[in-house]
């Protein structure tokens, strides 16, 4: 059983945008080849080519460029919406233009050629930079023409640095990521593209970020507060890790979540990604209408284009309670929180406008899902393992993270750093913990470490499907699920996360579980072991209870090199003399 979502065939135009000498029409006429050895023949729409035909008597003014590039994209659209594949090479250089054509297209595919102006000058043969330089030729696109880069490609391809094939790979991999294409033929194809079969992004553009800020600041646009959970899923629905969802539920996607797991199309997705607000406030706001979400220090964080309200019930309510987290006992810190948001859901779409603010440690951590991707390809990677923690990883995890890591290539170490709990540990103790067990304990060209933004819900089984669905967003096609995955207290059984997610097939999850029992240190076995490997008694294992080992950090020892790295322990202890909750 594999995800196949490309049998029948999406069409797709890529793209290539960038400087005269670039490697343009090079990249394309090798990616052309590749695509035509995966049984994908492309039409390739060559800049040069396209002015001798289809634009022929079009010059070089910025209404003339215009024209050439919509005429290309109109081309491009009627071969995608077949099926087919286009590789378009055009200098292409107003960015308006290309979202234009991305607009148009839908399935488009931005791969931004870059080569920096000084190795353009040295490669060029026909001497046009130099005499552009000179000021004798008007209009050339990066000298007396401006050229605006891309903000959000799907690829960057450096062509400076990078051999042409390196290019091709980024290319294909960004490719088989958006599920354009079926991965090349292995034991884990078909996994690890987006949820939904591409990344949904929501981030402006750059001009779309000062217009929106000033029509704020002119009062044009009403301002709404939101909590800081409200903020991580704006992150994430901005970045894409909450692909497909592009904003707010609705009613219908609302509903069929908390019943079914679905969405309204019957796509996966375990947890209502909703905005409440007081009916009063509900009152003053029509459907279409714009609103500036704000957080508590009155930043900008996003537009919600309101499509529609409605008020819960008091039963739907409970009813979410239950179905989402299993109980309707408000001790339950998710529950708490469905229960304290005000009753008026309100459903769109959003636009990103800034991320929220996060303690300065997260920021060379802080990798979108085409950060990740990208940062897989580059490394080769085919198959990624990602490991949901918010908590130090003592050695029973790092245990499970790398007999994981045996049968995978890379690993992605992604801690959640989003709200949660005020008694769990904070996020920047538990980066210092994972910064000195990867620098003494794994191989670094294997692990990619990134925080995620998401905040915690505590929903355990459901949660666990919803940490799976982000991780294939963010380019996982393997996820760890162990004991008692997000659960708080007693809620939920110690496999009762991996039960329900056993009962979804791969397709469905598109990423593949890999569930872990208790392990630990077996002075009999003389390694690490598990209930799955070690036919001892209790009394050889190490095991602490997690009060045993607050007490320990907490009185400055250290827990026995079995239980903890002592790097990490020091860590522990530094925090919890500083009155840290360990
Ligand atoms: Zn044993």
């Given at each position: 059983?594999?995800?196949?979502?490309v049998?029948?065939?999406?069409?797709a135009?890529?793209?290539?945008t960038g400087?005269?000498?670039?490697?343009?029409?090079?990249?394309?006429?090798?990616?052309?080849?590749?695509?035509?050895?995966?049984?994908?023949?492309?039409?390739?729409?060559?800049?040069?080519?396209?002015?001798?035909?289809?634009?022929?008597?079009?010059g070089?003014?910025?209404?003339?460029?215009?024209?050439?590039?919509?005429?290309i994209?109109f081309?491009?659209?009627?071969v995608?919406?077949?099926?087919?594949?286009v590789i378009?090479?055009a200098?292409?250089?107003?960015?308006?233009?290309?979202?234009?054509a991305?607009?148009?297209?839908?399935?488009?595919?931005?791969v931004?050629?870059?080569?920096?102006?000084?190795?353009?000058?040295?490669?060029?043969?026909?001497?046009l930079?130099?005499?552009?330089?000179?000021?004798?030729?008007?209009?050339?696109?990066?000298?007396?023409?401006?050229?605006?880069?891309?903000?959000?490609?799907?690829?960057?391809?450096?062509?400076?640095?990078?051999?042409v094939?390196?290019?091709?790979?980024?290319?294909?991999?960004?490719?088989?990521?958006?599920?354009y294409?079926?991965?090349?033929?292995?034991?884990?194809?078909?996994?690890?593209?987006?949820?939904?079969?591409?990344?949904?992004?929501?981030?402006?553009s750059?001009?779309?970020?000062?217009?929106?800020?000033?029509?704020?600041?002119?009062?044009?646009?009403?301002?709404?507060?939101?909590?800081?959970r409200v903020?991580?899923?704006?992150?994430?629905l901005?970045?894409?890790?909450?692909?497909?969802?592009?904003?707010?539920l609705?009613?219908r996607?609302?509903?069929?979540v908390?019943?079914?797991?679905?969405?309204?199309?019957?796509?996966?997705?375990?947890?209502?990604?909703?905005?409440?607000?007081?009916?009063?406030?509900?009152?003053?706001?029509?459907?279409?209408?714009?609103?500036?979400?704000?957080?508590?220090?009155?930043r900008?964080?996003?537009?919600?284009?309101?499509q529609?309200?409605?008020?819960?019930?008091?039963?739907?309510?409970?009813?979410?309670?239950?179905?989402?987290?299993?109980t309707?006992?408000?001790?339950?810190?998710?529950?708490?929180?469905?229960?304290?948001?005000?009753p008026?859901l309100?459903?769109?779409?959003?636009?990103?406008l800034?991320?929220?603010?996060?303690?300065?440690?997260?920021?060379?951590?802080?990798?979108?899902?085409?950060?990740?991707?990208?940062?897989?390809?580059?490394r080769g990677?085919?198959?990624?393992?990602?490991?949901?923690?918010?908590?130090?990883?003592?050695?029973?995890?790092?245990y499970i993270?790398?007999?994981?890591?045996?049968?995978?290539?890379?690993?992605?170490?992604?801690?959640?750093?989003?709200?949660?709990?005020d008694?769990?540990?904070?996020?920047?103790?538990?980066?210092?913990c994972?910064?000195?067990?990867?620098?003494?304990?794994?191989?670094?060209?294997?692990?990619?470490?990134?925080?995620?933004?998401?905040?915690?819900?505590?929903?355990?089984?459901?949660?666990?499907?919803?940490?799976?669905?982000?991780?294939?967003?963010?380019?996982?096609?393997?996820?760890?699920?162990?004991?008692?995955?997000?659960?708080?207290?007693?809620?939920?059984?110690?496999?009762?996360?991996?039960?329900?997610?056993?009962?979804?097939s791969?397709?469905?999850?598109?990423?593949r579980?890999?569930?872990?029992?208790?392990s630990?240190?077996?002075?009999?076995?003389?390694?690490m072991?598990?209930?799955?490997?070690?036919?001892?008694?209790s009394?050889?294992?190490?095991?602490?209870?997690?009060?045993?080992?607050?007490?320990?950090?907490?009185?400055?020892k250290?827990?026995?090199?079995?239980?903890?790295?002592?790097?990490?322990?020091?860590?522990?202890?530094?925090?919890?003399?500083?009155?840290?909750?360990?």
């Amino acid at each position: 059983m594999s995800v196949n979502i490309v049998n029948n065939r999406r069409g797709a135009t890529i793209w290539l945008t960038g400087l005269s000498g670039a490697g343009k029409s090079t990249l394309a006429e090798r990616l052309a080849a590749a695509l035509a050895q995966r049984g994908w023949a492309p039409e390739v729409l060559d800049g040069d080519v396209v002015r001798t035909h289809l634009s022929k008597g079009l010059g070089f003014s910025k209404e003339d460029r215009d024209t050439n590039i919509r005429r290309i994209a109109f081309v491009s659209n009627l071969v995608t919406k077949q099926g087919g594949a286009v590789i378009v090479a055009a200098i292409s250089p107003y960015r308006h233009t290309r979202d234009e054509a991305r607009e148009l297209i839908g399935n488009f595919v931005e791969v931004f050629v870059r080569c920096p102006l000084e190795e353009l000058v040295r490669r060029d043969v026909k001497g046009l930079y130099a005499k552009a330089l000179r000021g004798e030729i008007a209009n050339f696109t990066g000298v007396s023409d401006p050229y605006e880069e891309p903000l959000t490609p799907e690829v960057v391809v450096d062509t400076d640095r990078e051999t042409v094939d390196e290019s091709v790979a980024k290319v294909l991999a960004a490719l088989e990521g958006a599920g354009y294409l079926e991965s090349a033929p292995g034991l884990f194809s078909g996994l690890g593209q987006p949820h939904g079969g591409r990344l949904v992004l929501r981030q402006a553009s750059a001009e779309a970020l000062d217009e929106w800020d000033q029509r704020i600041a002119r009062g044009d646009v009403p301002t709404l507060p939101v909590s800081g959970r409200v903020a991580c899923d704006l992150e994430l629905l901005a970045n894409g890790g909450f692909s497909p969802l592009d904003g707010f539920l609705g009613q219908r996607d609302y509903r069929s979540v908390v019943r079914d797991l679905r969405l309204g199309n019957g796509l996966l997705w375990p947890i209502p990604i909703v905005l409440g607000v007081a009916e009063a406030l509900a009152a003053q706001w029509r459907e279409r209408q714009d609103i500036a979400l704000v957080d508590d220090e009155g930043r900008a964080l996003a537009i919600l284009h309101l499509q529609e309200k409605f008020l819960l019930s008091g039963a739907e309510v409970r009813a979410e309670a239950r179905g989402v987290y299993r109980t309707e006992d408000e001790a339950h810190p998710g529950v708490r929180a469905v229960y304290a948001r005000p009753p008026v859901l309100l459903g769109g779409p959003i636009t990103a406008l800034r991320r929220p603010a996060r303690p300065a440690v997260f920021e060379p951590y802080r990798l979108d899902p085409t950060e990740t991707r990208r940062a897989f390809a580059e490394r080769g990677w085919r198959s990624v393992v990602g490991f949901q923690t918010r908590n130090p990883v003592h050695r029973a995890h790092e245990y499970i993270i790398k007999t994981a890591l045996e049968s995978v290539d890379g690993l992605l170490l992604h801690p959640l750093v989003g709200e949660t709990k005020d008694d769990d540990i904070p996020a920047d103790v538990r980066l210092r913990c994972y910064e000195a067990l990867l620098a003494g304990y794994f191989p670094v060209e294997r692990v990619q470490l990134a925080v995620m933004p998401a905040a915690m819900r505590y929903a355990g089984p459901r949660e666990a499907i919803f940490h799976a669905l982000i991780r294939k967003n963010y380019g996982c096609t393997h996820f760890i699920v162990g004991r008692d995955h997000a659960g708080v207290g007693t809620y939920y059984g110690t496999y009762e996360a991996q039960q329900l997610l056993a009962e979804f097939s791969e397709a469905d999850l598109g990423i593949r579980p890999l569930f872990f029992e208790h392990s630990f240190y077996c002075t009999a076995c003389g390694s690490m072991a598990s209930t799955k490997t070690c036919p001892h008694d209790s009394a050889h294992h190490v095991v602490l209870s997690g009060t045993m080992v607050r007490t320990l950090l907490a009185e400055g020892k250290t827990p026995p090199p079995e239980f903890s790295r002592p790097e990490v322990a020091h860590i522990l202890i530094e925090a919890a003399r500083a009155g840290a909750p360990v």
